[in-house]
């Protein structure tokens, strides 16, 4: 059993910052890739920024630039760093992870998510 747990979400003003952690923890062989994701009010969910195990990267046109995203192999973690926040960020973020377990199989799952709210 593996799972994804969120933390660092809250409510900033436009131009601030967030940090936001998550940690995946079970039966892990490996950590694939690690994401984030977001879901605004009446709004598709859409893809943020990835890390792959290569610590290759890819970004949203929307955030980059402002986001970083980076991971702790040893602690099975991944971290976004949000900077210059906009209100059009405002939305739940989601961790995402693709995992090969201790008994080689691949799961993939999304964590619960954590609400980041930009005020203007």
């Known amino acids: 059993q593996v799972q994804l747990v969120e933390s660092g979400g809250g409510l900033v003003q436009a131009g601030g910052s967030l940090r936001l952690s998550c940690a995946a923890s079970?039966?892990?062989?490996?950590?694939?890739?690690m994401g984030w994701h977001r879901q605004a009010p009446g709004k598709q969910r859409e893809l943020v920024a990835v890390i792959t195990n290569g610590a290759g990267t890819d970004y949203a046109d929307s955030v980059k630039g402002r986001f970083t995203i980076s991971r702790d192999g040893a602690k099975n973690t991944v971290y976004l760093q949000m900077n210059s926040l906009e209100p059009e960020d405002t939305a739940v973020y989601y961790c995402n992870a693709e995992i090969t377990t201790s008994r080689l199989t691949r799961w993939i799952g999304w964590g619960q998510g954590t609400q980041v709210t930009v005020s203007s």
């Open positions: 079970g039966s892990i062989f490996s950590t694939n890739y």
